[in-house]
């Protein structure tokens, strides 16, 4: 019996007629949860009555244990109200979020849109019951571009004040291939390459990293490789070796694609970022109930100083502050709050249509992001595929919006106290800013609490070689 009906469920699966699991963590400890039977073989007289019982022949049953799982069921709740919101506002085929504590690797919340009710499966396809978070990997598109910028900062390939000479909308890369922006610029700094989405910067770093660069970049943070995660049918995502990376592959990734990535694997990433530069591992499962109902951890799990160290924390840091600036002059402009310092990072990405090339119509508008940026407490990724592009298609459009209103109703249910306003950018990197204006960094006034926010928002529930658009 499922009480919460279909909240988390692809999280929980489902069971068959015989109480068997059929999926998710159902599946995944159905010997776990089941138990075993016991075992008795009596000695009987004539008359078949029971007489004596050997003490080989008889083992006790043993009932199923109870596991406790880190999610979170309000934030589960607000999860999947916003992911529905914005599926259904922009008339998507599908969505899925995650939301992560980037401190410890606790998933809080993890969602699909459409979903079932695992109390009548039949009503349900195997296609609906996918866990696509974890099942279908795309190419991210611009949500990429982070993890690219972070080491070439770790590795002095980059500084933050570096110039492009991006000069337009349009540029040809050294052998001869279109690279487009939606809007032209004339010189970008490597803060506004990332701020504003600039694919035509993007493919410039690139060409500087060189392939082995980008490679290692991606590996860093074991993109193409499973999270480990407590659940089944986890898929890697792909990264191709590199021996099989060619002069297109440089600003192909550059943009987020020849590559496949899942929506966990983005939030364990921008974990990194939030927490110092720790590589954290996802997990569901916070342990099991003894007979006192005292919960018991099934593993020892590490402290965050004792994770692997993969991003130094000063350049982790910068990579917050400048991910600010996407929500206050970049492509997530509109989205962020007014209580929290929300860092985060917009994509959109054509699909693939196979042979066929790249759609025109079919977009994944996508938005990874964490807050408060100066103590980070959550980071989450919110995937909505095929939007309707006759009302949006944007990630800053589709997807920031429902994102940022989801991240503001967690912290005001945490209680996390409200943000200091946004310190500028420095002197040295606001002299090279495109169009900068400090009065952007005023907040506006407000004097809500936590408890009112909460109380608010509750109400809500390369194509062959064509180049992708910037988000």
């Given at each position: 019996?499922?009480p919460m ?5 692809h ?15 159902e599946?995944k400890?159905d010997?776990?949860l ?9 000695l009987?007289?004539a ?14 049953p043993?009932h199923g ?5 880190t999610?979170d ?7 999947e ?6 599926c ?13 504590d980037?401190?410890?690797g606790?998933?809080l ?30 190419e991210?598109?611009?949500?990429i ?17 570096d110039?492009f ?7 040809r890369?050294p ?12 010189n970008l700094?490597?803060w ?7 694919n035509?910067?993007?493919?410039m770093l690139?060409e500087r990293?060189?392939?082995a660069?980008?490679?290692?970049a991606l ?10 995660i ?8 792909r990264?191709?070796?590199l021996?099989?990376?060619g ?12 590559l496949?990535?899942t929506?966990?694997?983005l939030?364990?990433?921008?974990s990194?970022y939030?927490?110092?530069g ?9 342990g ?12 020892d799990r590490?402290?965050l100083?004792?994770l ?7 350049v982790a840091?910068?990579?917050r502050?400048?991910l ?8 997530g402009?509109?989205a ?22 790249y759609s025109d ?11 408060p940026?100066?103590n980070?407490r ?5 995937v909505?595929h095929?939007?309707d592009?006759?009302i ?35 002197a ?6 495109y169009?900068?204006?400090?009065r952007l960094?005023?907040r ?9 926010i909460?109380?608010?928002v ?10 992708p658009?910037p988000?």
């Amino acid at each position: 019996y499922y009480p919460m009906g279909s909240i988390a469920a692809h999280l929980l699966g489902g069971t068959g007629k015989d109480g068997k699991g059929l999926e998710g963590l159902e599946l995944k400890f159905d010997s776990t949860l089941a138990g075993k039977d016991g075992y008795c073989r009596e000695l009987k007289d004539a008359r078949r009555r029971p007489i004596n019982v050997a003490a080989e022949d008889y083992i006790a049953p043993q009932h199923g244990q109870h596991l406790v799982l880190t999610i979170d069921a309000n934030i589960q709740m607000i999860a999947e109200q916003e992911l529905a919101a914005a599926c259904q506002k922009n008339r998507a085929k599908r969505g899925e979020v995650v939301v992560m504590d980037p401190r410890t690797g606790e998933v809080l919340a993890l969602a699909n849109w459409p979903t079932f009710n695992p109390q009548n499966l039949d009503d349900s396809t195997n296609e609906l019951r996918r866990n696509r978070v974890l099942t279908d990997p795309y190419e991210p598109g611009s949500t990429i571009k982070p993890f690219l910028v972070g080491p070439a900062l770790l590795w002095g390939v980059a500084k933050p004040n570096d110039v492009f000479p991006i000069h337009g909308a349009h540029w040809r890369t050294p052998y001869g291939r279109p690279i487009t922006d939606v809007h032209g610029y004339d010189n970008l700094c490597l803060w506004d390459v990332l701020v504003k989405s600039s694919n035509i910067g993007m493919c410039m770093l690139g060409e500087r990293m060189g392939n082995a660069r980008l490679f290692t970049a991606l590996k860093t943070f074991e993109f193409g490789r499973p999270t480990g995660i407590e659940l089944p049918a986890e898929d890697g995502g792909r990264v191709n070796p590199l021996g099989r990376w060619g002069k297109f592959s440089t600003d192909s990734v550059s943009q987020g694609y020849e590559l496949m990535v899942t929506p966990l694997q983005l939030a364990r990433a921008m974990s990194v970022y939030a927490n110092g530069g720790h590589l954290v591992k996802p997990h569901l499962i916070r342990g099991a109930l003894d007979a006192q109902g005292r919960v018991q951890s099934p593993i020892d799990r590490p402290s965050l100083a004792d994770l692997p160290q993969v991003m130094d924390p000063n350049v982790a840091a910068a990579m917050r502050r400048i991910l600010c600036d996407v929500m206050v002059r970049g492509t997530g402009r509109g989205a962020g709050s007014d209580t929290w310092n929300i860092f985060g990072k917009t994509g959109t990405a054509h699909i693939s249509s196979g042979k066929a090339g790249y759609s025109d119509s079919k977009f994944t508008s996508s938005f990874i992001c964490g807050a408060p940026a100066e103590n980070p407490r959550l980071v989450a990724t919110f995937v909505v595929h095929e939007p309707d592009k006759a009302i949006a298609h944007y990630g800053g459009a589709v997807a920031a919006p429902n994102a940022c209103k989801m991240i503001e109703r967690c912290l005001a249910y945490l209680q996390v106290p409200s943000s200091p306003e946004l310190t500028p950018p420095p002197a040295a990197i606001t002299s090279l800013l495109y169009a900068y204006d400090a009065r952007l960094y005023k907040r506006k006034a407000t004097n809500s609490s936590p408890a009112q926010i909460e109380s608010a928002v509750d109400h809500n529930t390369n194509q062959t070689h064509r180049e992708p658009i910037p988000n």
